[in-house]
């Protein structure tokens, strides 16, 4: 799978947006470019993934440019409980049996 | 839904001990997996099962022996382990390929003392 970089952390002002980039220039046709957080101790939460087009859900969107050489995840309006380790991860699955490799993650601390 | 269960929640033993972890689903999956986080680090695969039968062992030492009796059920019998074993233990799966996405549990944290 590719190799992913993000900024180790990140800060935002709760109730404004978060926009968490990720670079993954060396990503193949058919990898997903997937996002998981975990709050502190606990599991890696499922946020989204997409492979070319933005994608929308209720927790956030996926902008992934053209080139799909990189990406950003929006959280758009911030609160307290975002506080996490935000992982990008550049997936295929079939190749790898379903192997997710994580990376180190952005920190990101939104502050009253 | 979709929730994955992990007891125990935390889990102290000593290098002799031998214990179990336990893993449970109820979405239908068929892809399971195994995570071992240490401190201040991102998860690492250890095993992946599917269809019960073991796909991928990421050159885990013997004493991590896991065990998948049914297609919900998933197990990790610990055994001889070492100080340097504790961590947080995450489990996951997913629906029927391995290009599905994957969906963890609260992971069982793990003291060997």
């Known amino acids: 799978d590719a190799k992913t970089t993000q900024p180790p952390s990140m800060d935002c002002a709760e109730g404004r947006a978060a926009n968490l980039p990720c670079n993954h220039s060396?990503?193949?046709?058919?990898?997903?470019v997937y996002w998981y957080r975990q709050i502190h101790s606990q599991g890696p939460q499922y946020i989204i993934h997409g492979l070319k087009n933005n994608e929308t859900n209720e927790m956030a969107s996926l902008i992934i440019t053209e080139d799909r050489k990189s990406s950003t995840l929006i959280l758009p309006h911030a609160t307290l409980r975002d506080t996490a380790v935000y992982y990008c991860?550049?997936?295929?699955?079939?190749?790898?049996?379903?192997?997710?490799?994580f990376g180190q993650g952005t920190i990101l601390t939104v502050h009253p | 839904d979709t929730e994955v269960t992990q007891t125990p929640k935390h889990l102290v033993m000593g290098m002799t001990n031998k214990k179990s972890l336990k893993c449970e689903q109820h979405?239908?999956?068929?892809?399971m997996y195994w995570y071992k986080q240490k401190a201040k680090k991102p998860p690492e695969l250890m095993f992946v099962?599917?269809?019960?039968?073991?796909?991928i062992n990421e050159s885990v030492p013997s004493r991590f022996s896991p065990e998948c009796p049914n297609s919900s059920l998933l197990n990790l019998h610990l055994h001889a382990l070492q100080p340097e074993d504790s961590a947080l233990y995450l489990c996951a799966s997913s629906n029927d390929r391995f290009t599905d996405t994957q969906y963890f549990g609260p992971g069982t944290r793990l003291t060997v003392l």
């Open positions: 991860i550049a997936f295929a699955g079939g190749t790898s049996y379903g192997k997710l490799t």
């Open positions: 979405m239908g999956h068929r892809a």
């Open positions: 060396t990503i193949s046709g058919n990898e997903y």
């Open positions: 099962y599917s269809y019960e039968k073991l796909s």
